[in-house]
């Protein structure tokens, strides 16, 4: 079969699906969907049909990105627009089943938009909804809209029309192409896709290697397992360009093992790849001939490093080595080697498939296209974004991601993983390109944002990273593995209220000498993490040192727990809640923490009821309470039905 | 415990689906892990008869990267999340918790071999943060006071 013929056979079968008479529902069924439950919603939307005696197409997508309300589901009657509904639990599901599918009550009360031809009243079209409308998406152009484990879905869509494109075009416009769209790799660094390839293009030698570097280990990031799982052959189409381009013959896709989904889905789009002659000899009835293979990483984040990676690949300890020579020189076993990450390589096949200057209309000057980010942490709504470069953190975090919950307030936000640094406020307004955010110390990294709220201590924080890159430190430079060592001990002094004044120095000195010591970027930026905090909360450090404080209340050796005698009613419930046995007291008698059993946990603050409001945290000061259980002071008459006001009126 | 003679048909079986290249060592690593849930010492030592590779250069391997283990594992695998969304949504308060249900730090296995605690860097499932998973299992936005409820679920 031709590839006219598949993509025709494909196009029509697309076709027959959204024209189909038969009701379509879609769920959102990626890692992060079925950790909401979305598994469990088959099985209920199946019955309470069968029930009904309905027949209608239930189908699985990728993750459109909204996963702070999933689980996702799409209805889409014949002729109608898919109605996406969030937060679907199976009571929920069969509810919109008897009330949409059979009563033909989209129940706009309870829809989140639409997609798809036509409009129904009082439901916006998904993609006007604030966390959709900024963003640009490119690589994960399909997530959450195809099939994944489909390969006619993808086909349907454009898809390998990118690698026909390629394969009537000599190899090296193929690479001036990536390079005119001014791609940079999405792992991290920037540097000029097109450029890396024709590097290795020009190496001498007929055995090259292509490695597709699906090692996503920044804690904080999900960009790479959400697209692997949403859209496997975006990424496949794109390593085979650059296979093509490079003259490589072979190619590896090094994952995580902690992403199991994402490996079954890439297993099964290779074996479909196969089938339609996508692999194998003579692709497409062209001379370019390309064998792909799927490696498991083991556990150890410092694979992420094209070096450390190969080693792994080659069955040995993943340790970088000292570059020159480059992996375009002496890579795999020597050979000339490529390696891109898988936003990267998704990025290619959408490049050739609408052109270098099509992809270049997005972003800044500099830095052209768009990036994919992972929003957690102290965010509304988090998720994963595909944002034009150049856009502004603010609107990122407050437009797209809605800001912080509970009324909270901003503190920080982390980008770039252990490699980068939290920013503070007073840069929200920074475009996010890679210039900028090196400027301000941090990276772009490879996507993760992980926003901080005023109850997050940025000396814990760092101590954090430091905690991550110390374990993961994979031993070969001494100052990576003694120095992260030494940093980590100050940074667990400071956070105990041992840290001394000379401490500042110490860890500044540190970093410079980690920095210019380490063979790989994991020693290299390891101090950023605390750098930056140096940089923009020093007063938080100040107050940990000086004054044996932590200002945000998190560090547990510097808070202590309270009952203030005045507020608790007796009431009992810390007590029986404590994990520790911590609290004495009995009925109507007030309260008291045991100091020497207190674990820190906040159990009894989160327990104790709002009315009362009688458990405090506090940092860096004491609080008078009796030494032993005494009666209570018995709340003002009618506190009973409007307990909020009169409680903290009586102090 | 599982007899002797069952390891070597395991590892036989194993060994079937490679053909010996010294580059296959970490995958047939993970495939005993796997099934056996550890790299008995034995074990380790086949693997290098068949790789042609020496005892020294499996151990090295193998203690390089995280997910092999040493000694037997639990029925039930606990891992905690540690990454940065976890960490700033109260991680840190889960895996304690769960310490103190289970009776054991991380990395270790209770002694009726019924459950193996360990943490990760990252699962990658950020949103849900705090998250753990059991057996595969992935749980999002744990609490300490949901935790009671998923322990025994795994059971």
Redesign the interface.
Known sequence: MSFDEIRSRAVSEWEALEGSDKTRIFIGAA??G???GAMALFDVIQKKLAEHNVEAIVGQVGCIGL??I?PLISIAKPGRPHIYYSDVTPELAAQLIEDYVINDNPRPDLALGSTGEGEIEGIPRLFDLPMLKPQVRIALRNCGIIDPENINNYIARDGYSGLVKALGMKPEDVGEEVKKSGLGGRGGAGFPTGLKWEFCRKSPGNIKYVICNAD???????M???LLEGDPHAVLEGILIGAYSIGAGEGYIYIR????LAIERLKLAISQMEEYGLLGNNILGSDFSFKLSI??G????VCGEETALMA????????PRPRPPFPAQSGLWGKPTNINNVETWSSVSAILQRGADWYSGYGTEASKGTKTF?????IVR???IEVPLGITLEEIIFGIGGGIPDGKRFKAV?TG?PSGGCLPESLLNLPVDYKTLAQAGSIMGSG?M?V?DEE?CMVD?AR??LT?TQD?S?GKCVPCRLGTKQMLDILNDITQGKGKPEDIDLLQGLSKQINAGSLCGLGQTAPNPVLTTLRYFGDEYEAHIKEKRCPALACTDLITFYILPDKCQGCGICLRKC?SEAILGDKRLVHIVDQDKC?K???CLDVCPAKFGAVVKVSGEEIAVPSEPIPITPAKKGTEDSPESSVSDET | MTAEPDVARELAEILSHYSGAKSELIPILQDVQEKLGYLPEEVMQRVAKFLRLTDNTVYGVSTFYAQFSFTPTGRNKVTVCRGTACHVRGGARILAEIERRLGIKEGETTDDLEYTLETTACFGSCALAPVVVINKNVYGRVTTAKLAEILTMAE
């Not at chain 1, 083991?298 to 984040?301: E, K, Q, R, T, V």
């Open positions: 890692t992060c079925r950790a909401a996963c702070y999933e996503e280990g920044d804690p904080g990031a999900f790479d397992r959400s093992a902690e992403y199991p490696k498991q083991a556990g150890a984040f792994s690949i080659e069955g040995q300890r993943g340790m992972a929003l957690a942490g102290k988090t998720g994963l982390q993983g993760g992980v901080m997050t924080v954090y990273f991550f993961e994979c994990p674990s946990c906040g159990t």
